[in-house]
């Protein structure tokens, strides 16, 4: 109860301390709504950063499709659509699509700033499609003299990964490696 009129004693308060501007900011009409027109709605930009924040949110469904419109319509950014564009179709377990996208990355776009990351995604692909020398994929990566912390370590972990069937002291040495690697 004592709460009640704590609380009513506030509002009272407030509202006669502001000279009755509760009141007044009622009576302020809300603003529009800022709605895109069709210009900056179809700005490849303005769609990039959709299709990102899509993709951040978890949602690859949505954020395909503008990514495969952007490799036509952006073409600036190709290899960001294009590692986009494999990761999503990676985590919904269409490999050879993926597998193509990254490839494609790979050979138009040697200099990218995706290289070392394609490289280990593409390792997981061949894994997951069969294919006999996975590895073929990571070993560049880890001879990359300006691959990132990070990228290092999904390296190190494709190949433990990857070893792990055949070689497990091999694996675990792996494995260990990562923990020391710093960003991992």
Known sequence: MRRRSVAALAVAFFV???GGCVHERATVP???VIRETPASASAPR????DAMARVERGDDSGARPIFADLLRTYPELEDYH???LAA???RAGRFRDAAALIDRLLAAHPESVWVARALVRRARVAAALGDTDPDAFVAPVLAMPHADDATRAGALLVRADLRARTSPREALALYQEVRRTPGA
């Not at 303005?46 to 950063?49: D, I, K, P, V, Y």
Request: net charge negative; charged share 25%.
């Open 88 to 90: 999503i179709d990676e």
């Open 16 to 18: 006669e301390s502001c």
């Open 30 to 32: 809300t603003p529009t």
């Open 82 to 84: 294009l590692a986009n």
């Open 46 to 49: 303005l769609r990039f950063a």
